[in-house]
């Protein structure tokens, strides 16, 4: 994300699932970690609740155009794992392998790039109706209040939909840097979007409703075409 860099392991090479929900961490001893995982949850009950969602299921169900639901009620740690597998799409240069578009590399111009640019919408707006879903998700993101990252990824989602429409008009072409001039330009403007998403969120102030304004048009500063 930070350098344009790919990433050491492939998305599928992931057969894991996501974390708990965080009650069950924080239990202080066998008996209360037990009496926990007794107790009725929207994280599931017994051993789904145990487990988790597979990330691989629930990355797929993110990238379903038409979901009549999210089929998922995930944990806030969980939501921040697969919104940070979404950037690493949005940032990657490697093409996505879509699994379920049906005929969508002929009704799309552009080829494969159209497909991954509505797969990563997809993404993104169905990651936010899972985090919506969220039963702890309000707690986490009143403004002023301070929250480990991993307990709020609202400000990855709004980069993740920043980059994106980036790329739709153009100001952020995804491509490997070269030099070291780049990769820092690259790093000091990333590092930047998601200082001023979070000191905005932070003060409550809205961000743009539109999901893919481009990120000059809500006040964050864009890349300069040398970055691509």
């Not at 497909?115 to 002023?144: M, T, Y």
């Not at 429409?165 to 990769?183: C, D, F, H, M, Y």
Request: include cysteine; proline fraction near 10%.
């Amino acid at each position: 994300m930070y350098y344009s860099a790919q990433p050491a392991f492939h998305p599928s090479e992931f057969e894991i699932n996501l974390p708990c929900d965080d009650s069950l961490w924080r239990a202080q001893s066998a008996r209360e970690w037990y009496q926990i995982q007794r107790t009725p949850s929207p994280y599931g009950v017994g051993t789904s609740r145990l487990l988790g969602v597979s990330m691989q299921m629930a990355l797929a169900a993110l990238r379903d155009a038409s979901p009549p639901v999210v089929p998922y009620t995930i944990n806030p740690f969980g939501c921040f794992v697969l919104i940070n597998s979404i950037l690493r799409d949005v940032f990657s240069t490697s093409p996505l392998q879509p699994s379920n578009t049906g005929g969508m590399h002929s009704m799309l111009p552009g080829g494969m790039s159209a497909i991954n640019s509505v797969i990563h919408q997809c993404s993104i707006h169905n990651w936010h109706r899972l985090w919506s879903s969220c039963p702890d998700a309000a707690q986490f993101e009143k403004p002023g209040q301070k929250t480990s990252f991993v307990c709020n990824p609202t400000p990855y989602y709004w980069l993740a939909r920043f980059a994106e429409g980036a790329k739709q008009n153009g100001s952020l072409v995804i491509s490997p840097l070269t030099g070291r001039g780049e990769v820092e330009d690259r790093f000091r403007i990333v590092k930047s979007w998601l200082n001023q998403i979070n000191a905005t969120l932070q003060s409550g102030s809205p961000l743009s409703p539109n999901p893919y304004d481009s990120p000059t048009a809500v006040g964050l500063p864009g890349f300069s075409s040398h970055l691509s």
